[in-house]
Structures are given as structure tokens and as C-alpha cells.
């Protein structure tokens, strides 16, 4: 859980070319509210450091870790070799493991370690336009802490972006706003009860807090976003639903995500009940076609780039 002096990070991604403009560096935060199917960063949901097992990490004939787990939770074998039911993900067998094997994702970070590593290439930043992005989960769950972190950081001279689903209650996000210059909003899929079963929590908070960034004077630009995953969230009542609403907040374009399942590799590592959907990355041809619907439902939605 994040606080007002640490919070749970998991990834620091530099020279990164996919989150806002410029080169930025990601800061990846641990915990959210939501479970999207599709979520392209099942180790972000829980909101602690957690457990993960790479079997081709695993030396043959080690068992270093066998018999030291307090719960029982590893069993004597290689494959499924941590039983996740019981795991407290105390990161006991983690110290053992001569081979990485067995690693921790997240590890609290201070606002002072944080701004030591984003600041460290200020210089690219500059030379770029880009600047620092805060990603996860959901960073404005670690709200307290950055609102330790954020205006240090913008007297540092850094552009700043948060990428969010928009689910948590807005006073949250509020006391962010003076020092972010970008937000990228998104959008998960339309009508209240297609976004409960795709996202465990229906839309109502996410599209009033969505109103309330879109009606206030000044503050970060915004720029709507949706990640398209076909056969779930991109059906022709998602898409009405979607540009209606759109439509009615007056916003007139968003940012189409193409769809990847890179994601489902890091499941087999992980205490996660996100499973695999076996959907083949679209067409070029799916795109273009997509970009039409959402210009023939009077928004204009723009192919942006794949998801890392
Ligand atoms: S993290 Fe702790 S509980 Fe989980 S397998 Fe390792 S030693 Fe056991
Ligand atoms: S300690 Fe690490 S390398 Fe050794 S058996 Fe356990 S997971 Fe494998």
C-alpha cells in the first residue's frame, strides 16, 4: 500500500517512446480497483510486493527453496511449482533462490529515490519533448504520496503525464491536477452492464469523474483513450454506447490502442486468476475498419500505437 512518504512500484521504464510524448520514463505502480480482462499488467493489480516464479529461471536439481516456504507453498517439482492458494507472498524463499528464479515484483520507493530516477535523464527529456509518465495499476491510488512527489517533480522542469481508468473517488485526483500537464483518460468499453462484466465495476464513477476533468477551466490536457480488444469491448452496442457518451461530453476524437496479448506470457508467474483469451492480434484491414464505425458514429477515433 502506498502512503504519504513510500509507494509500491514494480517497473522504472526509461527511454520509453509509447506513453505520451517525447522520450518519457514510466513509472509502473502497483494496485487497482478494476480487473480488465485484458489487463496488460496482471502483476499490478495487488497493491503489495508480490511473488512471481519464471520456471526457465529455475535450476534443475537446486530444491534450494523446497521445504523453507513457512506455508508449504512450493512444491518439489518445476513446473506450477508454487501453490499460489497458499502463498502469503512473505518473500522468504525469494533470498534463497541462486537464480532469480524466485523474485519479488514492487518494492517501496521513497519520493526521493523516485525523483533521483526520473531527473537522471532530464536531458532526454529536453531534447525530446518527453518527460515522465505515471502508469500502473492505478497511480492515483498512491495519491498521498504523489502529491509529495509531483510538484517537486515539476520544479525539476519536468513535463508530467498520468495514465488512469478514472475509478476511484475524484478527491483523489483533484489535488493532482495543478502539477500534471497531460492525462491520458481511458475508456474501457460501453454500457453499464458489458463494463461490469469486462472490468469487475460498472462506468458510472470513471465517466463522472471524466465530466468533471472535461467541464473544469484549465488544467492538464486530456486526450481519451481505448485500448480495442475484438470480440469483447468492440461490438456495435460498446461502440453506440461509447460514442453517445462521448458525444455528449462534446469530446470529439479518442486514441484507439491496438490490441496485443503479450500479457499472457507473465501468467503462469503469478498468484493472478486473469486467464489467457487466445485473441490473435487484428489486421491492419480490422483498423482501418474500426477507424470507419467510429467516424460513422460522429467521433473521430484514431489508430494510435500498439500497447507495449
Ligand atoms: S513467498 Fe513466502 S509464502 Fe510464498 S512461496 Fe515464498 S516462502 Fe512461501
Ligand atoms: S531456489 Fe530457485 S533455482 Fe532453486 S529450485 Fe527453488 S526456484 Fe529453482
Redesign the pocket.
Known sequence: MSSEDEAVVFDVQRFSVHDGPGIRTVVFFKGCALACRWCQNPESRRPQPE?SYHVDRCLPGCRL?VS????D??LDRMIDR?RWD?????????DVCPSNA?VMVGERWTVERLLDAVIADRHFYATSGGGVTLSGGEPVLASEFLRGFLPRAKQAGLHLALETSGHYPFALLEPLLPDLDLILFDIKAGGRQRHLELVGHDSVQILANLERLLTRDGGPELEIRMAVVPGLNDGDASLDRICATLRELGVEQLTLLPYNHLWEAKLPRLDTEQVALGIAPPSEGYYRALEQRFADRGVTGLVGEALP
Do not use: F, G, R
Open positions: 511473488l527453496c523453507l516456504c513457512p506455508e507453498a512450493i508454487v497458499a502463498c502469503t507472498h512473505c518473500s522468504a524463499c525469494v524466485l
